[in-house]
């Protein structure tokens, strides 16, 4: 099992422009969400769902968008970039079933300029 | 909704001494608490949790215990060693982790020779 991945793993973009960050998992979990994490703030949970279809509003959703096709799939996409939206992006995914564990992608180190 | 606070931001320890980083969180209603350790320019590694229907869990030199009446839990590190030196982060969650987890902001572990 490749785990969670994510693509990019590194982005520059000026402001104004839009992008799509990849996350993927092959562990057929239900449950998947992104964070970003910036200097002297943890993760913040930014979207999460609990199945293909299902999405919901975490603790900083504006400037983003995510939408759940396919279990596997879980998008994020930066409509208009904004320099404060220059941070590192982790997509995460957990199994349900009775096991809580997130696993963690290995990230995308996003810039905007 | 759901606020974590960690202590300390900063946490220096000689080798082999134990360390303790302590959360508190609002949420009556969490259920999931989980610890994970991030290295520099890493993705964060789940080391331990804990649910809420169990006061305290140990895994080798790593154990956490929780308070639910007073709403915190703490991660104790036993005969710490140069690798233990990491950002350690506390967490939170009602579902089990299937919502997302909500942060503290860290503690930076140093092991000093």
């Known amino acids: 099992n490749a785990g969670v991945t994510q693509t990019p793993k590194f982005q520059v973009l000026k402001t104004g422009q839009s992008m799509t960050l990849q996350c993927a998992q092959d562990?057929?979990?239900?449950?998947m969400s992104w964070y970003r994490q910036d200097p002297g703030m943890g993760l913040r949970l930014i979207h999460y769902?609990?199945?293909?279809?299902?999405?919901d509003q975490g603790e900083v959703p504006n400037g983003y968008n995510v939408s759940r096709s396919t279990t596997e799939d879980f998008p994020l996409r930066l409509l208009s970039a904004a320099p404060s939206q220059t941070s590192v992006y982790f997509c995460a995914s957990s199994g349900g079933q009775g096991s809580y564990e997130q696993y963690f992608g290995p990230g995308t180190r996003l810039t905007v300029t | 909704g759901e606020n974590v606070e960690q202590h300390p931001s900063t946490l220096s320890v000689q080798e082999g001494d134990s360390a303790v980083i302590k959360c508190t969180y609002s949420d009556s209603a969490s259920n999931y608490f989980p610890w994970y350790k991030q290295e520099l320019g890493k993705r964060p590694q789940l080391i331990i949790d804990i649910r809420s229907n169990v006061g305290e869990k140990k895994d080798q030199r790593i154990a956490v215990t929780l308070n639910k009446t007073a709403k915190h839990f703490s991660l104790h590190i036993t005969e710490t060693q140069p690798e233990d030196s990491a950002v350690y982060f506390c967490?939170?969650?009602?579902?089990?982790?299937?919502?997302?987890?909500?942060f503290g902001k860290g503690t930076h572990l140093i092991i000093q020779p």
């Open positions: 967490a939170a969650s009602e579902g089990g982790g299937a919502d997302g987890l909500t």
């Open positions: 769902s609990v199945g293909a279809g299902i999405t």
């Open positions: 562990m057929n979990h239900e449950y």
